[in-house]
């Protein structure tokens, strides 16, 4: 039987993190006495609900919510509506019948005349229920186990307990906030405008926006930089001949000649632009070509002495702003139109996933934060490389809010495989430190 006492499972770690950071910061009794009265209570309200906000995890994680199990999607969405109700939110949920998921789930806690600040999480995991990873185990005293414990199950229990520390300290109704739980953010609903409109449209209701996406697992990092995410399909043609006729008048070069010229194209001209990235991820080349774009698989059939009519390729394209992206499409079209003698390309991209620009606002808002960290004593806190940080559900806030973060969820490692695990100090970690961020906001926002 597994022992759920407080004592067994976080207040150890949490008492030897503290010994931990005494001894590396010979300044934190000056640095903690910034923290005021309220924040004192908020601090208390944490560390006395430890138990209950892990024992609220271990719950959400054990119920299956596959992206593509909508009955356990929405059933972890559920257990979200009281806690909230119960502090003044207003809960509904968003129907994702019109593209193609369980749907969303949402709580609106609006106070007028106050900052209101968007937090995002999701409800969905990437492990369907004919996985064999499927319930919450402890690892140790301080590790545990189970799908989507870290992406993202426990950055949606800081976002309720930050709510309710709030709430505990008596200043919850000093800031208008907006939560939503996404249904699909690992594998999202098409059309994309559908299935992210009601995290658009509150977006464009908030002044702030904060993820608790575990980001690259580092408590000592927050993302205020995203790439987007989108795809790219090149489709070329060739005159079909004899192979003793390629590059003759006639036929010119084929198909797969035109593809590597194009290919070879894309990183000479591009390679050396910061934060873009241009990946093909498939090729496929010969007499007859078969693509299945929906399965990323095809077939095809070619002869040595036979030039290559049809070659297809497909890929991915990342970059960090929308005018970068304008760039790479820009250069990569101009590199496709030069075309080798008898040959036709085509390059169609499909958008994804947009950019979450690093804007000076977003670096502000890392800077409270970072401020906040260090006045709990846990140190400072520092940006992740956008090369390191996939896309993510915050990126559809960029261009709406005037200060953006995420990545400050649930510290742990490998996920999206059947080795996830949570670092269950963090749990208590990250909701102070969201939730006096939260409190300060409220005082001093705009700044």
Do not use: C
Request: proline share 5%.
């Amino acid at each position: 039987m597994k022992d759920h006492s407080a004592s067994s499972r976080i207040f150890p770690l949490v008492a030897g993190l503290a010994v931990l950071i005494v001894g590396l910061i010979p300044a934190l009794p000056a640095v903690a006495r910034q923290l005021n009265d309220i924040e004192e209570v908020i601090i208390d309200y944490v560390d006395g609900n430890a138990e209950r906000a892990l024992d609220f995890l271990e719950a959400t994680v054990n119920v299956n919510s596959g992206s593509l199990n909508f009955d356990g999607v929405r059933a972890v969405g559920r257990m979200y509506e009281e806690p909230f109700a119960a502090l003044g939110f207003e809960t509904s949920w968003v129907d994702g019948a019109a593209f193609g998921r369980a749907g969303h789930f949402v709580a609106r806690r609006i106070r007028p005349g106050t900052p209101t600040v968007l937090l995002i999480g999701h409800l969905d995991t990437v492990f369907e229920p004919d996985s064999p990873f499927q319930t919450f185990e402890m690892v140790n005293d301080s590790v545990a186990s189970g799908p989507g414990i870290a992406d993202m199950k426990g950055g949606n229990v800081i976002i309720l307990e930050s709510a309710r520390a709030l709430d505990a300290a008596g200043v919850l109704d000093d800031i208008s906030l907006i939560v939503v739980m996404t249904g699909d953010e690992e594998r999202s609903g098409r059309p994309l405008d559908l299935a992210r409109k009601a995290l658009v449209d509150a977006a464009i209701e908030s002044d702030i926006a904060i993820g608790f996406e575990n980001g690259d697992g580092d408590p000592g990092t927050a993302v205020v930089a995203r790439r987007s995410s989108s795809s790219w399909q090149l489709t070329v043609t060739g005159t079909p001949a004899h192979s003793s006729q390629v590059f003759t008048d006639r036929v010119g070069a084929g198909a797969i000649y035109e593809a590597a010229r194009i290919l070879t194209g894309f990183y000479e001209q591009l390679r050396h632009e910061e934060n873009l990235t241009f990946n093909p991820g498939l090729i496929l080349g010969g007499t007859d070509v078969e693509y299945d774009q929906s399965q990323a698989r095809g077939s095809t059939f070619g002869k040595n002495n036979v030039v290559a009519e049809h070659a297809t390729v497909s890929g991915d394209l990342r970059a960090i702003s929308p005018a970068q992206i304008e760039l790479a499409k820009s250069v990569m079209q101009q590199v496709v139109a030069d075309h080798l003698p008898q040959t036709h390309a085509e390059l169609t991209f499909s958008d994804g996933y947009p950019p979450l620009a690093p804007l000076d606002g977003n670096y502000k808002l890392l800077d409270q934060f970072s401020a906040v960290s260090e006045d709990l004593g846990f140190g400072p806190v520092a940006p992740v490389n956008p090369r390191n940080a996939g896309a993510a559900d915050i990126a559809f806030v960029s261009g709406h809010v005037a200060m953006a973060m995420d990545g400050i969820g649930l510290g742990g490692a490998d996920d999206h495989t059947v080795n996830e695990t949570g670092h269950l100090w963090t749990l208590p970690m990250q909701t102070k430190r969201a939730a006096i961020l939260l409190y300060r906001l409220s005082r001093d926002y705009p700044n």
